[in-house]
């Protein structure tokens, strides 16, 4: 491969992860070089799949932009050959080195191209499949990249893929309805009182007593993703404790957006509620240096 090209798509896959200002990037500062441009690159990659969804309107578009990713992970495991992407180009140096498999890769396509076919999920069950489409397999690579000696950690490494997804969703409730979407299980709506059209419009042509049933929902969605988490690190072996405290960064950064979210969750509706930066890279920090989360 052809060396300024790979740094050129190295740089790429740097920029993108510290573009997004996602909490990963704060997890991914405390990591050896090595391990952390592999982690970056499969995050750009993640990152491109995930923005098909979000960003084309007309589905015959979007399926034709996953048809040509597939043929590009095919050719980033094809020995002798070369992506044409910068994220799998940045990719492909760190294939045989930590045992990466193209399937979970297309698994986080089939989770994208799932997305495409419906916006509506009737139950828990039906919505932790698509997670671990869409996180689960990305929890899986990233253990590996962090250094995954123990097959125990694969367990770890879904179910907080699962938690990760989780807390997005919860966060994300507004924004998905403006797109028209819905994450939270319908048949959990219903427990609640709350109706879709209450959540597509914001509360906007809402039922009196809106903003008391939309808490009691989203506060049931915090408690369980909680859950999700110390079911996460308690599946964790002690062996591969040290080499997964990326994992265990972003399991803090967002507990305590969830334990922010959990005081006032009718904010999801109005705003896009974050960490601010010092506050993740301290959270990361403490994970790093004290081993707390």
């Not at 992407?85 to 990466?100: D, R, S, W």
């Not at 009182?193 to 049933?213: C, I, K, M, N, S």
């Not at 909680?226 to 964790?236: N, R």
Request: hydrophobic share 45%; proline share 6%; with cysteine.
């Amino acid at each position: 491969m052809n060396a300024p090209h790979l740094h050129h798509a190295q740089a790429w896959a740097a920029e993108r992860a510290a573009a997004s200002g996602s909490s990963f990037y704060y997890a991914f500062l405390f990591l050896p070089p090595q391990q952390r441009a592999a982690i970056t690159a499969f995050y750009a990659f993640c990152r491109e799949i995930d923005d098909i969804v979000d960003e084309v309107r007309e589905p015959s578009v979007a399926q034709a932009k996953l048809a040509w990713w597939r043929q590009q992970v095919a050719l980033a495991f094809t020995p002798g050959r070369t992506a044409d992407h910068p994220a799998l180009i940045a990719l492909q140096p760190h294939i045989a080195p930590f045992g990466l498999r193209p399937e979970p890769l297309l698994a986080v396509i089939d989770g994208c191209e799932l997305d495409l076919q419906q916006n509506r999920w009737l139950d828990y069950a039906a919505l932790t499949q698509y997670c671990h489409l869409v996180a689960g397999v990305v929890g899986e690579v990233a253990a590996r990249i962090f250094g995954q000696t123990e097959p125990g950690t694969t367990a770890y490494a879904h179910r907080l893929g699962l938690a990760l997804q989780l807390t997005n969703i919860i966060r994300d409730v507004g924004e998905d309805a403006l797109r028209g979407r819905i994450y939270l299980p319908l048949d959990e709506l219903k427990r609640f009182d709350v109706r879709p059209r209450e959540l597509l419009t914001l509360g906007q042509q809402a039922e009196p007593g809106f903003e008391a049933r939309f808490a009691a929902l989203m506060r049931f969605q915090i408690g369980r993703a909680l859950a999700t988490y110390d079911e996460a690190v308690q599946l964790l072996p002690a062996a591969d404790r040290a080499r997964q405290k990326p994992g265990l960064m972003m399991a803090s950064i967002y507990r305590a957006l969830l334990r922010s979210l959990a005081r006032q969750p009718q904010r999801v509706l109005r705003e896009r509620i974050s960490l601010p930066p010092l506050r993740k890279l301290w959270l990361a920090w403490k994970v790093q240096a004290l081993g707390r989360w």
